[in-house]
């Protein structure tokens, strides 16, 4: 396990590293000014660029630019957005929390119907049952977000009015914002009126959550009908209809546990998709989260907005990544002792 | 095996007519392939077989119903949007935009992935080691938050924004190239060419890429269905194709304000791409199934 640690926390390291040089030369890929798209202070007087200068190394080499970059970012200095003229770590701190919100939502939702349907598609193999859950996730994986956002709002905030149609909480509660969590923000607060205000919450997520969880879903599905397919062909499944033991004894028993350590391995891969899906979502449901966030702030040419939503994003996904990984290796010892990763 | 005519050359065809074999006798397979050549017409000919222009503004006949609504007209089978343009030849000529250009672009990805993933399956070591952890970090990043970094870079426009789904598809062809090289490689017919002499680049071309060309093809159908979508939602989002184009996602996203009056405008277009990317993930899975019954032969 130590060995495994080790391998994951230096994959780690090595992307971070490549992230973040990424991100630093993409100050010197944007138009304008280095050291305006690095700082972000675009109305810096002769003085105060004295002291950029120094603060970023612009007067030394590249490599000392970006030692200085690097230092600047673990004391939390993002810059300046461009556009609001406000430090970005605090637009971060705001606008991130309501993005992992909205994925973390999706995940479960997506896992929570998506593995038992796959499940259920793998023990109707080749059945009518199997064949409309395929189908199903065929529709499901091609349709595009945007545009399935568009109806879920038609047909359930419009039509039916179920549910909101866009944000995250109704106005008329004031809940101070704590940690940006809107969930974790209403439980914290002494507000008298915090039951309607979670139900309230919980209504807004409903439909983001959903249009997001979608195109997942149908990945979870195959993925669990594949794993379970596996599972059921493998000798310690014959062995144990050999025993007698009953086909619900044997799926549960058997068929569900070992199949589900291989789907834990893939939903750390699969994050990455979700996330996109995610910042989509944002915009159509004015989710004031970090993806659309960054989509305002490429209309706004604001490039250090850009750089941070790069970082943070990335970063996110990364460490989900890195917890599947681990999630995986603890359930299932032969991964540990594997030399070399996939 | 007795073989009964000795005097008939035996046919071995090629992986990839193997592939054709199994793929044909699959009737939803040869059903998507179908209107996989149908969109392949419309975008190679679509623009001279509209019936409108698609630019032509007709201020009599605002947002007409399609002809099956009682108030529709026939002449504008799909109806039109709130500048009186016809949306069946908008729809066709979009075909180009969305379905055409993403061809285009997977072909690009393709071409540079394969030869970057055939490199770094020859070379080992280092260089390869540094790859596939490049490889890692850019897969693992989400891969519209990266086209959008890059048309941030490049400025918002159709063609910026293909440059930057083609770069972010090359990753995936490489990874792809590369696994399957690297698995032919321990294969033993491979050995029969280098021990008459040929060297290693001409043993990548005779021997290996036709056998692994199969599995290509099918990663270049999943990366297609996902430039597709790409290319709509970077062009709903307002940063790719221009207003006037009538590229699906641009199409959608000018609807958004007629949504509740003129449905129409906004479900035809959404269609569209629903269609074509259920269509090319048809095609591929497909493929995809042939492969695996092949291999359990």
Known sequence: MLNFTLRRLNLLFFTLLMLSIVS??????????VLVNLSGEVNADQQRTEQLVVLYNMDKSIFHQYTAYIGQIFSGNFGLSMSSQMPISYELKTFLPATIELCLSALFIALFFGVPLGFIAAIFHNK????????????????????????????????????????????????????GFKFIDIL?????????????????????????????????????????????????????????????????????????????????????????????AEVIFNWQGAGSWLIESIFARDYTAIQGGLIALATFTFFINILADFLYAALNPLERHKQHGA | MARENIYQEEEFPSPIKQLWYTFKNTPVAIIAFGCYLFLVFFSVFGSFITPHDIVENNLDKLLVPPAWNDDGDVSYLLGTDDLGRDMLSRLIHGTSLTFGLSFVVVFFALAIGGIIG?????????????????????????????????????????????????????????????????EEQKKGYVLIPILDGASETRVLITSIYPNIIDKVIIQATLAQSAAILDIAALGFLGLGAPIPMPEWGSMLANSLDLFYIAPWTSYLPGLAILFTVIVTNLVGEGLRHSLKIQKDR
Not at chain 1, 24 to 33: H, K, W
């Open chain 1, 24 to 33: 630093f030369s993409l100050s010197y890929f944007f138009p304008g000014n």
């Open chain 1, 128 to 179: 009518p049952l199997d064949k409309i859950i395929l189908t199903f996730a065929m529709v499901g994986y091609s349709i595009p977000v945007f545009w399935f956002a568009l109806i879920l709002i038609l047909v359930f905030s419009i039509t039916l009015s179920w549910f909101p149609s866009s944000g995250q909480l109704n106005l008329l509660f004031e809940i101070e914002q704590v940690t």
């Open chain 1, 188 to 280: 914290l607060s002494d507000s008298q009126y915090q039951a309607q205000a979670l139900k309230d919450a919980f209504m807004h997520i409903v439909l983001p959550a959903i249009a997001v969880a979608t195109a997942p879903m149908t990945i979870f599905i195959r993925l669990a009908r594949t794993s379970m397919l596996d599972v059921l062909e493998s000798n310690y499944i014959k062995a144990a209809k050999a025993k007698g033991l009953s086909q619900a004894h044997i799926i549960y028993h058997h068929g569900i546990r070992n199949s589900l350590v291989g789907i834990v391995r893939l939903i750390g891969l699969h994050f990455a998709n979700l996330v996109t899906v995610a910042m989509i």
């Open chain 2, 118 to 182: 055939s490199i770094s399956a020859i070379n080992r070591g280092i260089k390869a080691s540094f790859l596939n952890h490049f490889l890692d970090v850019i897969l693992s990043i989400p891969s519209l938050l990266l086209a959008i970094i890059i048309v941030a870079i490049l400025g918002p426009g159709l063609g910026n924004v293909l440059w930057a789904i083609a770069l972010v598809s090359i990753p995936q062809f490489v990874h792809v190239t590369r696994n399957a090289i690297k």
